[in-house]
């Protein structure tokens, strides 16, 4: 039991970022998720500071507050034309550093690392349980990213239309009367909530490799993006069942495993994708490569 | 067909009383409070928790050891097989005051549902160090304080106790025998560090974890870092430091098992810089022991090791 709710969590996990990881591969912003885990430190002590615990819940308030931060400055510095990798690197080094100097400055006799207060580590989460009027509900964490997956499929799922043509091409998108802006700060705090809950369910790494790997492959292997968004969540599901059966043949860290398999899929899909691989690739050359030596003589 | 059949079903019956029967033994055997095969499956996160189980339950327990030499226990990730080792235990020993970060959390929640123990829970405000601003989270490295970790012997002893009680009477001994070595290593460990004549008795570590170390044997303590090994050092830190080292003419700065050299080798140079000198005087266990089978893999022979680095470099 405990293995299928990690399974589960992992899975959970890697469609809900593996489905919007889509939208951020189209907007080249696909490290914002290494962005966040560093940028929510401020959150964590800032929090710290006014509750005088480190319980979760005030952490958790405090990542998810500055998590919106995050995003909101990166799209508002990369609409006002500075390029999206350096407004990704700009807000959340500017954020980190905050965060490095207030604990420095308030918080150096307690341990405030995000690994230690907020950071969740997936082979916990069959135990943390969510009792509700004392009934076992299951892992927590399950709910958690279970919800906010639940919430973007439904928001992305409604504005689709929309989604599509901003991520490929705003300006058509206003055009037709579509508002550009509000799409995008939807979408940023969709992927802030889900990265956040994340985070406090099943660590960093996980994270910020689903938010990203899932959806390069999927992009080699189709055009169309529904499909594309498909085969992000089912490449997701894979990594989690098959990176639990890793580690547990390994008895290694079980997100570490997770992101190991990932990679391997995307390695897979770069090489034998039927059309974008590098095999197909070769072939077709090869093929052009014949026709233009066949063709030769009668060009003479 | 038909013949397969049948005995499979039979077959299946069979398997199902089988279990069954094991399942009955299984709850007879907790109904008398006896282990299986004679020993209880006792899991530990530190090598210095697993220490103290392995000396008080003796013969009765069988300990296993989530975090290995080395390692340290704010960072330590968690792997696949330690979700059997934490499942499969009769009882779980932590270190506790969020030494083992969100871990504790988990094991907070566990203990409704089977005998999950923090060593470090018998202990009094009074007793642990805490920062003025937050007095709510002490400094979790109690164990460089004997006498402390004597009350987490203590702890064990009742705890173990608690859950088996037919073998109250050898918990009992195994704890006074283990508390009379560790009162021995406390005397120790004050006389020797006595012999540094106080105007030199400074211990300069690369990260806080010698809190309770330096209260109990008489001994400054100064740190390039805070608590947190997340923390970065400030320039001013390394400055105080050095002027330190140089106006009261010690001889020996020293670094720790779990956090990197760097740190405190700027302080060394700094220090050359102004014409004093400073030699590593060693490395200290901090956060975890030694390699298991070494003299330092155990929490008396960590003890004496960091006492008498420490006496060395700076007599």
């Known amino acids: ?300 | 067909m038909a013949d397969a059949y049948v005995f499979r079903i039979r077959n299946g019956l069979f398997a199902g009383m089988l279990s069954l029967a094991v399942l009955l033994a299984g709850c007879g055997a907790a109904q008398t409070a006896e282990a299986p095969d004679g020993k209880w499956k006792v899991t530990a996160t530190t090598g210095m928790v697993a220490d103290i189980v392995k000396q008080v339950g003796g013969d009765h327990v069988e300990v296993t050891q989530l975090m290995s030499a080395g390692v340290d226990p704010h960072l330590y990730k968690a792997s696949e097989g330690d979700i059997k080792r934490i499942e499969d235990a009769d009882l779980i020993f932590y270190s506790g005051l969020h030494l083992e970060g969100k871990m504790v959390e988990i094991f907070e929640k566990m203990s409704k549902k089977k005998p999950v123990k923090a060593v470090t829970a018998g202990l009094s405000k009074e007793q642990l160090l805490a920062d003025p601003a937050a007095p709510e989270n002490p400094d979790p490295h109690v164990w460089f304080d004997v006498s402390l970790w004597m009350k987490a012997v203590e702890q064990v002893r009742d705890d173990l106790s608690a859950f088996d009680q037919a073998h109250k009477e050898v918990y009992a001994a195994n704890a006074e025998k283990y508390l009379a070595e560790l009162k021995q290593l406390d005397d120790y460990a004050r006389t020797e560090l006595a012999s540094i004549p106080k105007e030199r008795r400074v211990l300069v570590t690369a990260h806080d974890a010698f809190q309770y170390f330096g209260r109990a044997y008489d001994v400054e303590v100064m740190g390039l870092q805070g608590i947190s090994t997340a923390a970065e050092y400030g320039l001013k830190d390394v400055q105080t430091l050095v002027d330190t080292l140089v106006s009261r003419k010690i001889k020996a700065v020293f670094v720790e098992s779990s956090v990197p050299k760097r740190s405190i080798e700027a302080v060394v140079q700094g220090a050359a810089a102004k014409n004093h000198t400073v030699t590593i005087g060693g490395e200290l266990f901090s956060d975890a022991m030694g390699e298991p089978g070494t003299p330092e893999g155990s929490y008396i022979g960590m003890v004496k090791h960091n006492v008498d680095t420490i006496v060395n470099a700076l007599k």
């Open chain 1, 1 to 300: 039991m405990n293995s299928l709710w990690i399974m589960l969590t992992g899975a959970l996990v890697a469609a809900s970022c593996g489905f919007l990881g889509c939208f951020l591969i189209l907007r080249r912003m696909a490290m914002l998720g290494d962005a966040i885990s560093h940028a929510i430190l401020p959150g964590i002590v800032i929090a710290f500071l006014f509750s005088g615990s480190r319980e979760t819940l005030p952490m958790l308030i405090g990542a998810a507050v500055v998590g919106l931060l995050t995003v909101f400055f990166v799209q508002l510095l990369h609409q006002s034309g500075v390029k999206s990798d350096a407004a990704i690197g700009v807000t959340f080094t500017a954020l980190f550093s905050v965060g490095v100097v207030l604990v420095s400055l308030y918080a150096q006799q307690v341990d405030l690392d995000l690994d230690c207060v907020l950071y969740g580590e997936i082979a916990y989460v069959p135990w943390d349980t969510w009792e509700w009027g004392g009934m076992d509900m299951g892992p927590r964490a399950v709910w958690a990213v279970g919800g906010v997956f639940l919430i973007s499929l439904l928001v992305v799922g409604l504005f689709f239309k929309q989604f599509k043509l901003c991520s490929f091409d705003p300006a058509m998108a206003a055009a037709v009367g579509i508002p550009v802006l509000l799409f995008h700060y939807l979408l940023m705090t969709l992927v802030s909530l889900t990265t956040v809950a994340s985070f406090e369910s099943v660590g960093a790494i996980l994270v910020v490799a689903m938010l990203v790997v899932p959806g390069a492959t999927a992009y080699l292997l189709t055009d169309r993006l529904h499909v594309m968004l498909f085969i992000s969540m089912g490449i997701g599901v894979l990594c989690s069942v098959f990176g639990y059966m890793l580690a547990s043949w390994l008895d290694s860290s079980i997100a570490g495993a997770m992101t190991a398999v990932s990679g391997v899929l995307f390695l897979l899909a770069f090489l034998f994708s039927p059309r974008h691989g590098v095999v197909a690739k070769a072939i077709a050359q090869r093929r052009v490569r014949v026709q233009n030596r066949q063709t030769k003589p009668a060009s003479h």
